[in-house]
């Protein structure tokens, strides 16, 4: 007899693997969905909290660290951080008392994203142990360096519609190719004094350097005064196309602050604070680095990669030089402090024009 004529002399044969196997598959099935629930019912929304803003671009909120991507193996390796470190970092955020009312935007795509690992990991770090939120854009939503205006006006609009409470105050915008030094400085110490009600309307931290702004990294307040300041850089280029923009949104962003209703609300700080570059043996010493400075900017750096490395390097090998607390930098906090009560007493005397 045939094998194929006995099986189909026999139908139970042929059933009975199916019937065992069904309620098998149909209980994992259904296991796999409870699990699924379970997991998004632990990480949403506090844990893991994704802005959808185009298909398939997006913005990722990351509130929380430790869950949603901690400091890669290459990152924590470069800054000789031990997993017990890292561990208490960690636990150190998820326990903080009092939540930051900080936020930190990044971008994070492109060729060039191997060689800015170490800088991202960089940021994450220093996040971690002052426990800012992160923004990170993962995938372009409009064409060049325009994304940095659209990321920003999407969270700055999500912040807005939260109650008042819940807001994060300040972003601060960091370009992919900036390198944390000093992690143990709190961006909170560049901010105009919340005592001082003279600098209440101040919306914009920047700085400038041999070629003018330089917008790489600055702070913008989440206030409706950002969303009309964001909406007129990206609509610079469509309602004035034949201005020339050298420096794409960058220019176009210089070009708005110098409008009366923008030029009032910002202030230019030092570059050192917060935008200080590498020395080239060219510029401005002024625009460099100092020691125990908070991060280095390499714009116009050719080798980035190498530029990069070079810091992680000196910061493995001179980690006390890098991360400094106040007490060891003499004059740091009288500098910051005598800056903004120079801005104050200027917008009190009706003198709102930054140094």
Known sequence: MH?????LSRPSL???????????ATFTFLSLLAGRALFIKAYSPDALKPLSISSPSSICHKNDLAFCEPPSVKG???????A?????????WSKRSKRSTVGKVFVRYGKYLDDYEP????HQLHSLLHGYEHFVLDSPIIDGLWVKEAALLQ???????????????WLMWADADTLILNALTPLELFLPPESAPELADVQLLHTKDWN??????????VSAWSIDFLSAILAYRTFKPDAELAFTEQSAM???LEMPEYKNKAVECPAPWFNGYQSDGEHDKEQQVREGGLLVHFPGVEDKLAAIGQWVDKCKNERNNCEKVFGDMPGYLEEIEMFWEEVRSRRQDGDPKSE
Request: with cysteine; hydrophobic share 55%.
């Open 76 to 82: 924590t390796h470069a800054y000789h951080l031990k």
């Open 14 to 24: 042929c059933l009975r693997p199916l019937a065992v196997i069904l309620p098998i």
């Open 119 to 122: 800088a991202f990991a960089s």
């Open 84 to 92: 017990l470190e890292l561990q208490l970092l960690q636990s150190a």
């Open 155 to 169: 969270i700055v609009l999500e912040q807005l519609a939260l109650p008042e409470n819940e807001r994060l105050q």
């Open 212 to 221: 003018g702004l330089n917008n790489g990294v600055f702070f913008l307040r």
């Open 254 to 256: 210089a070009n708005v």
């Open 3 to 7: 094998v194929e004529s006995f099986l």
